[in-house]
T-cell receptor, first 111, second 111 residues
Framework: GENVEQHPSTLSVQEGDSAVIKCTYS??????FPWYKQELGKGPQLIID?????GEKKDQRIAVTLNKTAKHFSLHITETQPEDSAVYFC??????????FGTGTRLTIIP | DTGVSQNPRHKITKRGQNVTFRCDPI?????LYWYRQTLGQGPEFLTY????????KSRLLSDRFSAERPKGSFSTLEIQRTEQGDSAMYLC?????????FGPGTRLTVL
C-alpha cells in the first residue's frame, strides 16, 4: 500500500517569513495530493490539492509543488500570519478515495 | 451550518461496552468516509461508502467494527466490545467526487 512520509514534524517561523513542508510517497500510481490544516479540536480542513498532471498550483499565499519522478510534493506558505499556526497534513491517493496521510507538521508562527 | 456534523463529539465508555457514532454528511454528497486519528498521527482510512454501498474496508476495521449508511444519507459507525486501543478520534468526511470535507470528529475514550 501507499506510504507517505512528512517532514519536518515541527516548524517554527517568524511572522512574515515563508514555511515549507515536504512529503514523499511510495506508490507511483498515486495521482491526487491534498493538503489539510487541522486546528485544535477540529477536523482537518482542505487548504489546497494537486493532481499528478500538474506540477504546481497556487492559491494566494499557499502553493503546492509536485515532482512525480522523485515522488515528492511540498507545501509553501508565504507571508505567514499567526492564524497559520496549526498542524498540517499531506496525503496521497489514487483517485480521491482512501487517502493515506502523513504524520503531520506542527507549524508555529512567532509574532 | 451546512458542513459535516458528527455526534456525539465526545464519548467515554468502559472497556467491553458497545458504542455508536453518527455522521451527517453535506447534503447531496454521495461519498462518505470514516477515518480514525490517534494522538500525534494523521488520519487512517477505515471505510468508504458511495451512496448506501460500502465499497472498501481497511484491515484496521476488525470484526468488532461495523458501519452502515442506510438510504445513502447519514452513516453510523459501531464498535462492539470496546478495547482501550480503540481510544481515538473518529472522523467522518463526505464528498461529491472531489476532496473530502471532514467533520469535527468524535473523540472516544475507553477506560
Amino acid at each position: 500500500g501507499e506510504n507517505v512520509e512528512q517532514h519536518p514534524s515541527t516548524l517554527s517561523v517568524q511572522e512574515g517569513d515563508s514555511a515549507v513542508i515536504k512529503c514523499t510517497y511510495s506508490d507511483s500510481a498515486s495521482n491526487y495530493f491534498p493538503w489539510y490544516k487541522q486546528e485544535l479540536g477540529k477536523g482537518p480542513q482542505l487548504i489546497i490539492d494537486i493532481r499528478s498532471n500538474v506540477g504546481e498550483k497556487k492559491d494566494q499565499r499557499i502553493a503546492v509543488t509536485l515532482n512525480k519522478t522523485a515522488k515528492h510534493f511540498s507545501l509553501h506558505i508565504t507571508e505567514t500570519q499567526p492564524e497559520d499556526s496549526a498542524v498540517y497534513f499531506c496525503a496521497a491517493s489514487w483517485g480521491v478515495e482512501k487517502l493515506t496521510f502523513g504524520t503531520g507538521t506542527r507549524l508555529t508562527i512567532i509574532p | 451550518d451546512t458542513g459535516v456534523s458528527q455526534n456525539p463529539r465526545h464519548k467515554i465508555t468502559k472497556r467491553g461496552q458497545n458504542v455508536t457514532f453518527r455522521c451527517d454528511p453535506i447534503s447531496e454528497h454521495n461519498r462518505l468516509y470514516w477515518y480514525r486519528q490517534t494522538l500525534g498521527q494523521g488520519p487512517e482510512f477505515l471505510t468508504y461508502f458511495q451512496n448506501e454501498a460500502q465499497l472498501e474496508k481497511s484491515r484496521l476495521l476488525s470484526d468488532r467494527f461495523s458501519a452502515e449508511r442506510p438510504k445513502g444519507s447519514f452513516s453510523t459507525l459501531e464498535i462492539q466490545r470496546t478495547e482501550q486501543g480503540d481510544s481515538a478520534m473518529y472522523l467522518c468526511a463526505s464528498s461529491s467526487g472531489g476532496a473530502g470535507f471532514f467533520g469535527p470528529g468524535t473523540r472516544l475514550t475507553v477506560l
